[in-house]
């Protein structure tokens, strides 16, 4: 099986070519002055030369599914249907959380595992995870809580992850911060891990209609719903 996975959840994207479960490249979609919708399809057309891969040869394309920024998820899902599209790939859409989780990987002592990011206006995206067999299964779906309501609620013992949490002070915290880049923020070749598991499974997304995880509408969205005119009241005769 070969797996074209798209990353572009946060500022620094990626994208990784994983071939019968070896990873065979991965690379990274920010530069200076651009954003992924300008580096996005250069970045696999030189991912797919790497690895001496046709695009028609690619069986499956996955997608970081969020929650994250809202056009960094809209260009990834863009690409990857575009690109199933065109290739008669399946689509595997995987939940950015379920990424975090995996790269946090087994830590002895902690009861709970926290996979955070940044929701802006002093909010965050939040999802607790307990230790199991098979690794870190979620307790509870995503949340949308206050930063500040989160750091005092949460227990010392918490083991927190993401993008978010680099650059966190631990004196602030008390707790074990999962901080280094490559672990914090979601990478592209774990996509395509999960993404291998999720195919064998059967488990694809249709092309036409898949939707990034948002949580929440953007600040744009809601300001255009809150100026939408009332709908007039209908008096009964």
């Not at 750091?151 to 999962?178: F, K, M, N, Y």
Request: aromatic fraction near 6%.
């Amino acid at each position: 099986m070969k797996i074209l996975a798209i990353e572009t959840s946060g500022r620094e994207g990626t994208v990784a070519l994983l071939c019968e479960g070896q990873l065979v490249a991965q690379g990274p979609l920010q530069q200076t002055g651009q954003r992924h919708a300008q580096r996005i399809v250069a970045e696999i057309g030189l991912l797919l030369e790497e690895g001496a891969v046709q695009p028609d040869q690619i069986d499956v394309v996955a997608v970081s599914q969020g929650p994250g920024s809202f056009t960094g998820l809209r260009v990834g899902y863009t690409c990857a249907k575009t690109f199933c599209y065109a290739s008669n790939a399946r689509l595997v859409t995987v939940p950015t959380f379920a990424v975090l989780a995996r790269q946090a990987g087994n830590s002895e002592g902690h009861q709970t595992l926290w996979t955070l990011e940044d929701a802006q206006r002093d909010e965050l995206f939040a999802q607790p995870w307990q230790q199991g067999h098979t690794g870190w299964q979620p307790l509870s779906d995503i949340s949308l809580v206050d930063r500040e309501e989160f750091q005092e609620q949460r227990s010392p013992a918490d083991l927190l992850i993401g993008p978010v949490v680099v650059g966190w002070s631990p004196d602030l915290t008390s707790a074990t911060l999962l901080q280094r880049p490559e672990q914090a923020t979601p990478q592209a070749n774990t996509v395509a891990l999960i993404a291998e598991s999720m195919a064998k499974a059967g488990d694809f997304a249709d092309v036409w209609t898949a939707k990034p995880l948002y949580i929440r509408l953007s600040a744009a969205e809601e300001k255009r719903l809150r100026e939408q005119p009332a709908a007039p009241s209908v008096t009964p005769d």
